[in-house]
């Protein structure tokens, strides 16, 4: 067989599992729309804009999806029960040995399962894939306890810019976040490269994205396989009125670094006018997945 | 000049807490909900520490006028050591300091690479391979061939290498510059 057969098979081979994974947790494989209304609010992911239908006198500007994760929750409030997906999905300004303009994700959603219970979840997959080291789970403030002796729940911006300043980098950054993202990037990557699977959870609360926030946490996490970011996942925000602050506050910030900006997506809310029901959901990057795994 | 992050490849020189560097390896990392960095390893060119550093993609730094030149190593004056760039026979020369592990190794006319920034030299680069002459080391047992054992031999230069019992005093041998070992008689 040749080498590039012989890849294509091992890839096909990996997503047959996790589809049978699915299956047999009786998860409903759909399809969602990759064009969409409007861009992503999201501060640090820019959608590649496109024009359709000027020939015919229709012509209109849509969005290639960034992750299926908006179109997937409209389903999610309207009754699908537990779902998954799996997509090309695409953005723009992406580069860099491990990120590229479009990949494929393999998203899903448990109903009435909590993050912790999510995680587990994806342990299942991973062992279903033949993925069998040892896990690390770890909170985000434990990491920076034990790799950077730093408490990073406690330090506001002031303390986080001496903290980068006392090691030699910038501290021109806006937000904690930015700044948290600096450090984790700067000390605790490279040490949890040794680590072959790592949940990090509990991110703090600026970093929350769309996940539920309690006290000074929000019940996100994150995959690393042997340092290299593979998931990202929440214990889902469930109100209307929640998502319309979560992206508020992201187009707020869009606006303040002279990024392209974009109106809520009011049809969105309106579809989840009922809420979401209690559930989680993660992304995993398949390349990068598919990277680490010799099936 | 300044060079923006996105510039950055491996050997590029820059000016870092005002030490010329080298960039030995520079990786992009793209959190997936975090904006893009690029976490960089340089090798500081006067202290030849490495260091690591994160910088927000856009990030620029001042390029540092490095150039590495191949010159023959004249002599010294016992402060200083003296070397010529054969083409044009401009002089330089470099205090035991800067010379670092340089000094065990060069004899006159030997050619190494000196490293020179804003024209002035800071690091010697010797020869992977240079011939030394030993002039100091016990006498090895009768019939030991195979350099099985070893002892320690003073070489011409000064420094201390362990060489196999049969070599002898006067003899020439080939060391590595990078390791301090013995690789064989020349």
């Not at chain 1, 069998?132 to 306890?145: G, L, M, R």
């Not at chain 2, 031999?153 to 201390?160: E, I, P």
Request: aromatic share 10%; hydrophobic share 35%.
């Amino acid at each position: 067989m040749s080498e590039v057969k012989k890849n294509l098979v091992r890839y096909q081979d990996l997503i047959i599992k996790i589809r049978e994974f699915f299956y047999s947790h009786k998860v409903t494989e759909v399809k969602t729309p990759s064009l969409l209304l409007s861009p992503t609010t999201d501060v640090y992911i820019d959608s590649i804009e496109v024009k359709v239908n000027q020939a015919i006198c229709r012509s209109a500007e849509l969005y290639l999806h960034t992750s299926p994760e908006l179109e997937m929750k409209r389903l999610l409030s309207k009754g699908s029960g537990d779902i998954f997906q799996i997509c090309q999905v695409y953005r723009d300004n992406e580069y860099g040995k491990n990120n590229s303009n479009e990949f494929t994700m393999l998203e899903f959603y448990r109903i009435d399962f909590d993050m912790h219970h999510l995680m587990e979840n994806i342990v299942d997959l991973l062992a279903a894939l033949g993925k069998t080291e040892a896990i690390t789970k770890i909170s985000y403030a434990q990491a920076f306890f034990e790799y950077g002796n730093i408490d990073i729940l406690n330090s506001d911006l002031k303390g986080l810019k001496k903290i980068a300043n006392s090691l030699g980098l910038s501290s021109n950054y806006d937000w904690a976040e930015d700044l948290q993202t600096l450090l984790f990037v700067h000390l605790i990557e490279p040490k949890i490269r040794q680590i072959p699977i790592c949940f990090i959870y509990d991110y703090p609360k600026e970093q929350a994205a769309l996940a539920k926030i309690e006290g000074s946490v929000a019940h996100r996490f994150e995959l690393y396989l042997n340092g290299v970011e593979v998931a990202n996942g929440y214990q889902e925000i469930q109100t209307a009125n929640e998502y319309r602050d979560r992206f508020n506050t992201e187009i707020y910030k869009r606006e303040k670094i002279s990024k392209q900006i974009s109106l809520v997506d009011e049809e969105f809310l309106k579809d989840i006018k009922d809420g979401l029901p209690n559930c989680s959901g993660v992304a995993i990057g398949i390349e990068r997945l598919f990277s680490t795994i010799s099936l | 000049m300044n060079y923006s992050t996105s510039q950055f490849k491996n050997g590029m020189k820059l000016m870092l807490d005002g030490n010329p560097c080298s960039i030995v390896n520079n990786e992009i990392v793209k959190p997936g909900k975090g904006q893009a960095f690029n976490r960089v390893k340089f090798k500081d060119l006067i202290t030849g520490k490495t260091l690591e550093k994160t910088y927000k993609s856009g990030e620029s730094l001042e390029g540092a006028d490095v150039m590495e030149l191949e010159m023959q190593y004249l002599y010294t004056d016992g402060e200083k050591w003296h070397f010529m760039e054969p083409e044009s026979f401009e002089q330089f020369d470099l205090s035991e300091e800067s010379m670092g592990s340089a000094i065990n190794y060069l004899v006159e006319q030997d050619n190494c690479i000196v490293t020179l920034w804003n024209n002035n030299p800071i690091t010697v680069v010797p020869p992977i391979q240079v011939i030394l002459e030993v002039i100091d080391t016990d006498p090895g047992l009768k019939g030991d061939t195979a350099g099985t054992g070893g002892k320690p031999a003073t070489l011409n230069t000064g420094v201390v290498v362990q060489v196999p019992l049969f070599v002898g005093i006067g003899d020439k041998v080939k060391v590595d510059t990078r390791t301090n070992e013995y690789s064989g008689r020349a």
